[in-house]
């Protein structure tokens, strides 16, 4: 019998087994078997729940039959395997790496299952495959919250993206697998790769610039430009300064030294026209005047922190 404190919020999972019983997975981590009783009623069958009171230790988030008779649960990183056959005793268990997250859903990769491989998407939206005997590897991934930093290497095939789950990713445009992965300490709202190809900046919520290497992901330095959220990043073409601005409005230059290990302030302009935050900047192909466009959608162009005017929406 089910004690109080037992009874699940949830059912959070299901599927049917091959005799045509209904297999329930709850918030509690437990999975049941429903039998049919002699009323066409359906109740927990307590000898084949026996095994599996305490499948796992979270939530059981995905049930799969497969062919032979096998059922495939997901709770947490866990995956583990019940021989239906035998009173749905363990056969067999894997746990995924914390990077991939938790399991969100199991499915055949073949019709019926009969050869065990399954794809596991999971709550870090990436998509595995594998089986309980292979190891399982990661085919699909991508952010997991917003993305608001995207960019595109100036001479390579292929782009960096940096979104709110701190995590920066360089893909290749050809393959779209990822070239490098890492993991940076705030969320990223921007980004500017520099005209050689060689730095990846990212704004971030904490305001602060993280400079990268684009080759390999290594983190260079990281720049305090203030305490408000850096919304918008701009290398010169020339690639000896960077513009930051941010949600207070303000427009920082910063030339680069030492092959961009450090960066110093040049020149800092606060450019709040109705209290208005920076969305976006570029500069001229000389590398002498910016333009920057505020939250209320006025553009404003300035020649190295100096405003010389503003349009409703006409470029350089």
């Not at 209904?22 to 026996?50: K, M, Y």
């Not at 991939?100 to 794809?119: E, K, Q, T």
């Not at 993991?183 to 919520?205: F, H, M, Q, Y």
């Not at 110093?264 to 005047?289: C, G, P, Q, R, Y």
Request: one cysteine or more.
């Amino acid at each position: 019998m089910i004690n109080k404190d037992d009874v699940p919020k949830f059912v959070t999972s299901l599927c049917f087994s091959p005799t045509g019983d209904v297999i329930t997975g709850d918030s509690t981590g437990a999975i049941l078997i429903w039998s049919r009783d002699n009323s066409s009623v359906f109740c927990i069958n307590e000898d084949l729940s026996l095994q599996t009171r305490r499948a796992h230790k979270k939530t059981v988030s995905a049930l799969c039959m497969l062919g032979d008779g096998t059922l495939l649960s997901g709770g947490g990183n866990e995956v583990k395997a019940w021989d239906s056959i035998n009173n749905y005793c363990l056969v067999k268990e894997r746990v995924l790496p914390e990077s991939a997250g938790h399991v969100r859903s199991l499915v055949p990769m073949s019709a019926g299952g009969l050869d065990g491989s399954i794809f596991v998407s999971t709550t870090r939206n990436k998509v595995l495959e594998g089986s309980l005997q292979l190891k399982f590897k990661v085919v699909i991934q991508g952010h997991v919250e917003e993305l608001w930093a995207v960019e595109s290497h100036p001479l390579e095939q292929t782009f960096v993206s940096a979104g709110h789950d701190q995590t920066v990713v360089k893909w290749s445009a050809l393959s779209h697998a990822p070239v490098w992965r890492v993991n940076v300490e705030n969320p990223c709202t921007s980004i500017s790769i520099d005209p050689k190809g060689r730095l990846i900046a990212l704004g971030t919520t904490a305001g602060k610039v993280v400079v990268l290497n684009s080759y390999n992901g290594i983190q260079l330095t990281t720049v305090l430009v203030g305490g408000a959220q850096v919304n918008a990043l701009s290398f010169s073409p020339d690639g000896r300064r960077l513009a930051v601005g941010t949600f207070d409005g303000v427009l920082q230059i910063h030339y680069l030294t030492d092959e961009g290990q450090r960066f110093f302030d040049s020149e800092v302009t606060t450019l709040k026209h109705n209290n208005m935050f920076i969305m976006h900047m570029d500069w001229s192909v000389d590398s002498k005047f910016i333009q920057a466009c505020l939250g209320d959608y006025e553009v404003i162009f300035c020649k190295f922190g100096k405003s010389v005017g503003s349009d409703s929406g006409q470029g350089l």
